[in-house]
């Protein structure tokens, strides 16, 4: 490289560092004496001393931690009633209604997806879906003690319902 080219470069270099580092402030007043502050020297104006301002070095914060995701909990859910509406306890089916009634309940609040309802005849499952209601058909004579349940997806009761006895009486050729 030329050194007058060299020696150029380095001279411009010198120069613009000092024209920014050294930067001169002139302070003025107006006539209806605000403070004016300039770059270009005036008259009446003084010369004002810029003071480096103090800094604090740039530092990176550790970012927050990650928060687990929230684990999914049900929220405390339970069934408030569920009772057996018909038939009324101990009031006898007719002779003539061959071992047929409906039985019919009322749940509270509204069965969960993920729950059924289970029918029980003397403790034993007899009829399971996801209504309130189920016709029973060609019952055995003598006594059934009825009662409805609420059960969850592993088959754990969840609420049980009143117990409801009736007595189904059948025609008989024996007794003629």
Known sequence: ??????SACIILSFGFAAANAGTEVYMSMDAEGNVIFSDMPSDDS????????PSL??????PPPTPEPAKRTEAAFSYTSLAIVSPRDREPLPTGAGGNVEVSGVLSPALRDSDNLVL???????A???QTSFNLQNLDRGEHS????VRNAEDEPLISSNL???????ASSLSR
Do not use: S
């Not at 003084?46 to 301002?53: A, Y």
């Not at 409801?164 to 059948?170: E, K, N, W, Y």
């Open 46 to 53: 003084q010369r004002h001393e810029v003071r480096e301002l």
């Open 146 to 149: 009825l009662q409805l349940q």
């Open 128 to 130: 399971k879906g996801r």
């Open 164 to 170: 409801v006895v009736i007595p189904v009486f059948r």
């Open 57 to 62: 070095p740039a530092f990176n914060p550790e």
């Open 120 to 126: 029980l005849d003397n403790g034993a499952i007899i």
């Open 1 to 6: 490289m030329n050194p007058l080219i060299y």
